[in-house]
């Protein structure tokens, strides 16, 4: 089942009180523990779409892709592609939970996961 992820940056030494104009949103097939499905990914590759905001660097939009290397955040494509990995590739998106992820500028940032719902939840809400 697909859900709808939020992420806000977490405390860091530079930002004490963590950043949530820094976030990601996310569509990810999850499993029923919050960890993510590569069987329901595998069936449907498609809709798994990402998005980062943050108030210094604008508006990304990209998808989830796995390969050999684990799960990863492809924003762009070719030579002008970014990518961010998940440092764990078993990370739980649960409410509360931490999720490490190592953006293109090659550092790790954590982000706590501020909202998690069924992405069927979220539709019916808007009908």
Same mark, same amino acid.
């Given at each position: 089942?697909?859900?709808?992820?939020? =992420?806000?940056? *977490?405390?860091?030494?530079?930002?004490?009180?963590?950043?949530?104009?820094?976030?990601?949103?996310?569509?990810?097939?999850?499993?029923?523990?919050?960890?993510?499905?590569?069987?329901?990914?595998?069936?449907?590759?498609?809709?798994?779409?990402?998005?980062?905001?943050?108030?210094?660097?604008?508006?990304?939009?990209?998808? =989830?892709?796995?390969?050999?290397?684990?799960?990863?955040?492809?924003?762009?494509?070719?030579?002008?592609?970014?990518?961010?990995?998940? *440092?764990?590739?078993?990370?739980?998106? *649960?409410?509360?939970?931490?999720? *490490?992820?190592?953006?293109?500028?090659?550092?790790?940032?954590?982000?706590?996961?501020?909202?998690?719902?069924?992405?069927?939840?979220?539709?019916?809400?808007?009908?």
């Amino acid at each position: 089942m697909r859900y709808l992820v939020s =992420l806000a940056l *977490a405390r860091s030494r530079e930002f004490p009180a963590g950043n949530p104009e820094c976030r990601y949103e996310l569509t990810l097939p999850l499993k029923g523990d919050r960890r993510l499905d590569l069987e329901g990914w595998s069936r449907s590759r498609t809709g798994n779409r990402v998005r980062r905001l943050c108030r210094d660097l604008g508006e990304l939009w990209g998808e =989830l892709k796995h390969d050999r290397g684990g799960w990863f955040l492809s924003f762009g494509h070719g030579e002008a592609a970014e990518e961010a990995f998940f *440092a764990e590739n078993d990370g739980c998106f *649960a409410v509360g939970a931490a999720v *490490a992820i190592v953006e293109w500028d090659g550092q790790t940032r954590t982000f706590r996961v501020v909202a998690c719902a069924p992405e069927r939840a979220s539709a019916d809400k808007a009908a």
